[in-house]
Structures are given as C-alpha cells and as structure tokens.
C-alpha cells in the first residue's frame, strides 16, 4: 500500500514529514515495480517533479536502498535510460523463528534474496523460555555475522512464534513450548542490540505467502508443525482478531470427547494432525494410513473455516508443504462432503510457495517492510551509525 499523508489537522506539516513521506512513496514505487523503472517514469508513477524525484533517489541511492541498472537494449531512437531497483547490498533484515523442536534465522536483502539460512534442531519444550530465546540470539548473532562479512547491516529483527503474540511484543500464551506472558521481544533486544518484532508465526507466515503468491485476495494458510496455527488473509489483509489473536486453528475441536490437549480442551486438531500425532499413528499402523486420518482432520476443521468466512483457497504451509500431495485427497473429501457452497465453488488446494520456511522469511521480510515505509529513519540511523 503506497504510504499516505496523516490526516489534516490544525498543526502545519513539517517539511521533515513531507521528504519523510515523499522518500517512502519513491522507494515503495520502485519496490513495487515489476521491472526496473526510471527517474522519468517514477516522477510520473508518483506525481512528483522531476527534480523532486531526482534529489529524492540520489538519496536513496547514497543509503544503499537503491541502485541504477543498466536499462534494457532499446530498437528505438534516442539513449534508453538507466533503470532503479532494490539495492542488493542494502539494508537486511534479520527473520527468526522459534518452535517446538526447532530454532531458524535467515538473513533477506532488500530484492528478496535469501542470503544465509541457519537451522538448529532441538527441542525447546525442556528449557525454559529465556534459555530458548538465548539459543535463538547466539544462533541469530552466527547469521549476523555472516551478513557483515559481505558488508550487509541489520535493520532490525523479528521473531515469529508459535502463541498469541500480543501488540507489546509479549507471548501470552505458546501451550506447545509451555510458555505464558513472555516478553520474548524484551529478552531478544537484550541479547541483539537491534529493535525486534514479535509476531504469531502462522501470521508471518501467510504475509509472506501472500506477496510469494502475487497476492491472492483471499485464503487461508495453515501452517503444521508439531502445532498448527493459521493465517487468515481475507481480501488482501491478514485479519487478526480484536485482540491480534485469531487462527488458532490447531485447538478446533474435532472431537470433544477426545484425549486431553496442553491448552487444556479435548479433542483438538493438533492431536490428530500435528507432526507428532501423525508420526505416533504412522508408528501404530502405516505412514498412509496416519496422513490419511490426519488429512481428514484437517478437513473438518477447514471445512469449517470455509463455511464460516467464505474463502477459495487453502494453503498448506510449514511441516504440511511436502506431505500435499498425500493430503489433499482426504482433506478435499471432507470439504466436499462439508462445504455448503462446494458444488458451487470448489475449494482450490495448494502448498506454500515458500514452503517449510515461511515464517522465518515473513519475518526477515516484515523488517524489509518497515524500511521500505520509513526510510527516512534507516537513512538517519545510517549516518548516525557512521558517525559513531
């Protein structure tokens, strides 16, 4: 969305707020572009002056968000001229995950580019909430390093994590880790000397899909691992909730005379879909049958989703991403015989464009984001950090 203007009041604008504004419409422009654009046309995409648009990209360029292509051949009369986009040796932003039995960090530039990718396996569910997120820093800080040694510089971080993630960066509530009012953000600043986000995992996850995917108006993405969440994206917009807290898809009832769940329900859907519910079926009978029972569950729950708020498309994300082509039978089946409107409007199902690490790659992207809507703020700390 091309930033916008506070709404009027009595005060004046401040020019700082004009350039501030005027920056973000340049950068976001040429962001957004499908090919590289140039000076000329970027002062039109905008409505900006040429000489607007020219002082406002010689600035962007001096802060390593963008850089000058060469353009394309051109059959025509005349010199083609040079073309922006994203600097790749720009700002990073630094994406980190935490779950049940594994920590990831990544590293993404400004084009998108995945630069380093680091993955520890263990599980976090027999260490306490400030050891996990230790483990997360160091691992986080090895990522870092490697982004310096190609001379790249951190904008920030953000987490994702498997629990209802309140606006303050606090974890209310992960029952998979066993967490309850954690300030993962506080704990993590402390330990990386940068700002970090906090944010649901399945959230992140569905924002970058939504840009990986040339964002579909509609969908809704689930994301399995040892738990199960969701993102819902309904017209183009992650809904969260009133309270930031929606999709917790994994504790849907599928039956409620069930065996008991740690969020302490019965019957939830993360007992007979989660990686670990699949795996202790595969272990009674057979690894088909297990994704069989668990692609019904699965089914169900969606089913439900759909009735309720009408989308077309499920995505199936994390753990799922690999295991759709054994899936979608059972959990198409169950749609079929459940959604109300099915005949009229089948339910397309599909997996994640960035499979397994979705949400690492959300949040190393909501860090890009927030570059790309303030830039004025990484220029100013740009030379603040230059001058220290």
Sequence with gaps: MTPRLPAFTDAPVRQSSVRAHNLALALTTVVNSANPISRAALASATGLTRATVSALVDE???????????????????????????????????????????????????????????????????????????????????????????????????????????????????????????????LLQAELDLPVAVDNEAN????????????????????????????????????????????????????????????????????????????????RSSTARALTAAGRALGIALAAVVNLLDVDTIVLGGGYAPLVPDLAGPIEAELRRRVLTFDLAPVELRAAALGADAAMRGAADAVIRSVQQDPAAWLANRLSGRAS
């Design 204 to 283: 992140l996850a569905a924002l970058s899909e939504l840009r990986a995917a040339g964002g579909r108006p509609s969908f809704v993405y689930v994301s399995g691992e040892i738990g199960i969440g969701a993102g819902l994206v309904l017209d183009g917009t992650l809904y969260r909730g009133v309270r930031g807290w929606s999709g917790e898809i994994g504790h849907v009832s599928i039956d409620p005379d069930g065996p008991a769940c740690r969020c302490g329900a019965h019957g939830c859907l993360e007992l007979f879909a989660g990686q670990e519910a699949i795996q202790s079926a595969a272990a």
């Design 60 to 186: 962007l360029i001096a802060g390593d968000l963008l850089t000058e292509v060469e353009p394309p051949p051109r059959t025509g009369a005349g010199r083609p001229a040079a073309g922006l986009a994203p600097a790749p040796d720009g700002p990073v932003g630094l994406g980190l995950e935490i779950n049940v039995d594994y920590l990831a960090a990544c590293v993404v530039d400004l084009t998108g580019a995945v630069r380093h990718r680091l993955v520890s396996h263990a599980d976090q569910r027999p260490v306490d909430a400030a050891q996990a997120l230790s483990g997360l820093a160091a691992l986080a800080g090895r990522a870092r390093e490697l982004a310096e040694a190609d001379g790249l510089r951190a904008a920030g971080a953000a987490l994702a994590v498997p629990g209802l993630v309140g606006a303050d960066g606090r974890v209310r509530v992960a029952p998979n880790l066993g967490w309850q009012d954690v300030d993962a953000r506080a």
